[in-house]
């Protein structure tokens, strides 16, 4: 007689049937080749489909643990900080730069 804590009935974030399930569906619907019907079906109509769209959005993630618009610049699109531009294997110390020295040592 099988116990209700074998692995095969774990629940939760651990539910190993489920998560087989899904990955099986979700592969089967990405190779049937309906995927952009499906993306061109759940894009908004007119405007007021996209306004609502947008309201709904801005609500989740008014919930979201970090805030609205966290990690999110104006245009919507997750901000990363842009690297100084330089010359590819230039240092901006020269060539032989100076090691930094670090207090107490």
């Known amino acids: 007689m099988k116990s209700s804590t074998s692995k095969s009935n774990v629940q939760g974030e651990g539910d190993y049937a489920s998560a087989k399930k899904y990955n ?18 759940a894009a908004p109509h007119n405007a ?5 769209m947008r309201q709904a959005e801005a609500e ?6 970090s805030g609205a618009n966290a ?18 294997g230039k240092h901006p110390q020269g060539s032989k730069p100076e ?7």
């Open 60 to 65: 989740g993630r008014a919930h979201a643990k």
């Open 24 to 41: 099986e569906q979700a592969r089967a619907f990405a190779e049937s080749g309906k995927v952009e019907q499906a993306a061109r079906d």
């Open 71 to 88: 990690g999110q610049d104006d245009k919507g699109s997750p901000s990363r900080p842009k690297p100084d531009k330089q010359a590819p």
């Open 99 to 105: 090691p930094k020295k670090l207090p107490g040592r």
């Open 48 to 52: 007021q489909e996209q306004d609502a």
